[in-house]
């Protein structure tokens, strides 16, 4: 089992991104995927998250509602998180993990990607 998250890189504010999660080793249909970030000399904390396919919920951390999109294309292998209107606040390292379900516990994890967002 393997994710890789990428798509980071330095955006002034205002600025968007498309970070992508790719999955292998295992059918992405059937679990959840959540995002995680974790800034300097902060907890981890949870992005969003996106149901199995059979269920298609996806979920959202208060200050990222609205700016933030997760999306899934399982043909792909691949979770995705669009990142709008990005602030100073969202730089962080960015994981991505999976789960059965969103909420549950998380049992593999990617290797982050980073997002820094400065003028």
């Known amino acids: 089992v393997q994710l890789q998250a990428s798509g980071g890189g330095l955006v002034q504010p205002g600025g968007s991104l498309r970070l992508s999660c790719a999955a292998s080793?295992?059918?992405?249909?059937?679990?959840?995927i959540g995002w995680f970030r974790q800034a300097p000399g902060k907890e981890r904390e949870g992005v969003s998250c996106?149901?199995?396919?059979?269920?298609?919920?996806?979920y959202y951390t208060d200050v990222v509602k609205g700016r933030f999109t997760i999306s899934r294309d399982n043909a792909k292998n691949t979770v995705y998180l669009q990142v709008n209107r990005l602030k100073p606040e969202d730089t962080a390292l960015y994981y991505c993990?999976?789960?059965?379900?969103?909420?549950?516990?998380?049992?593999?994890w990617g290797q982050g990607t980073l997002v820094t967002v400065s003028s």
């Open positions: 080793g295992f059918t992405l249909d059937y679990y959840a």
């Open positions: 993990a999976r789960a059965g379900r969103c909420g549950e516990e998380y049992d593999y």
């Open positions: 996106i149901s199995r396919s059979s269920d298609g919920s996806t």
